[in-house]
């Protein structure tokens, strides 16, 4: 089969365009013929060997997390799913043994594996994933967007119902809008009744964000000190939840962005790690600070739930065909682009 892999990692063009041998279904597995693979910031950190992602490869690895296609095969056994059905993948493969797998966690289990990184991924012509991760979807998807759904969407979700607990009424500070992770965010902040004050980079990145339901749209690169803008923003009070992804360069602010028992959350850096934290803030505002990876297989099924009601929809910035990964790398190490980057076999 035809895919997009890696033998060393660097700049864009170790991504390599080539034959590699169609994976093997074993029992409890579905072949997939892969329609569309989105991009995130993890394939970037992988591909370059950044962000603790350093590695040898003994044999060729596919990335790619985000995955849409059909079944092509079942594995003995599989019940679930039919041949030629549309479908989209959780990349998360866990164990279902450990503590917390069986107590509904499997987002934290001890053998966690990243479809992308952890295994072969979605940059090719087929990719073999377990059943239960394998979610049909509704024919008139479009592959490019629901290849867009899964990574971000699910990880938003987790952040913002799960461990934010988001009511309806809440204010929510979205940092950088114009990511996937932020579009998702945005996507079920409105969902659920939330108020939306989103930052972004640039004038486009904030109409776009305004497309999608942000009440209030602030320029962070021409206003670096925002934290007054969301103040005026919320009468002098703050945002009851700060959802966050990027890091140490827009961490004063956004702690100062926070409503007094307000709630930070984050699920990645892109601008650092190392903050300085006031304790004496953290306690006499009474506020929470969160860390959040993923989401559960429950919220995942969620999810598809949304996506079958269309109250979701996939943002997608531009589409590649396989063979110019290296270029969509390119566009994705630029930040000059709106939702997700998608490539197509
Ligand atoms: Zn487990």
């Not at 759904?149 to 009424?169: D, N, Q, V």
């Not at 004050?197 to 320029?219: F, Q, W, Y």
């Not at 009468?235 to 709630?263: E, L």
């Not at 989401?295 to 979701?312: D, F, N, Y």
Request: with cysteine; hydrophobic share 40%; proline share 5%.
């Amino acid at each position: 089969m035809k895919a997009v892999y890696l033998t060393e990692q660097g700049a864009p063009d170790v991504l390599k365009y080539g034959d590699l041998p169609e994976p093997e279904v074993g029992p409890g597995q579905v072949l997939l013929r892969v329609r569309a693979a989105a991009l995130n910031r993890l394939d970037v950190f992988l591909r370059a060997g950044a962000r603790g992602q350093r590695r040898e490869f003994p044999k060729p690895h596919i990335p790619g997390c985000d995955i849409a296609g059909e079944v092509a095969a079942l594995g003995a056994g599989v019940a679930s799913l039919q041949v030629g059905q549309h479908v989209v993948c959780n990349p998360g493969v866990t164990c279902g043994r450990c503590e917390y797998c069986t107590s509904g966690n499997d987002n934290m289990c001890e053998q966690y594996r990243m479809t992308g990184v952890a295994r072969d991924g979605g940059y090719a012509e087929y990719v073999m994933m377990p059943e239960e991760n394998v979610h049909p979807i509704p024919d008139d998807w479009d592959f490019g967007e629901a290849a867009a759904i899964p990574l971000t969407m699910l990880t938003a979700y987790h952040m913002l119902i799960t461990r934010s607990a988001l009511k309806p009424g809440d204010s929510v500070l979205i940092m950088a809008a114009g990511s996937g992770v932020s579009a998702a965010a945005l996507q079920i902040c409105k969902l659920m009744g939330a108020r939306v004050i989103a930052t972004a980079s640039g004038e486009e990145k904030l109409r776009r964000a305004r497309d999608l339901g942000a009440d209030v749209t602030i320029n962070y690169r021409e206003n670096p000190e925002f934290a007054a803008a969301v103040l005026e923003a919320t009468g002098g009070k703050g945002v009851d939840i700060v959802f966050d992804h990027v890091g140490a360069t827009v961490w004063d602010q956004n702690y100062r962005a926070m409503k007094r028992g307000g709630k930070f959350i984050t699920c990645g850096v892109t601008a650092g790690y190392d903050v300085r934290l006031h304790l004496g803030q953290l306690f006499s505002r009474q506020l929470t600070l969160m860390g959040s990876f993923m989401g559960t297989k429950a919220e995942m099924r969620q999810v598809v739930k949304l996506m079958e009601r269309r109250a979701i929809h996939g943002v997608v910035a531009q589409t590649f065909p396989l063979r110019d990964a290296s270029k969509a790398h390119e566009l994705m190490e630029s930040r000059e682009f709106f939702g997700k980057i998608v490539l197509q076999p």
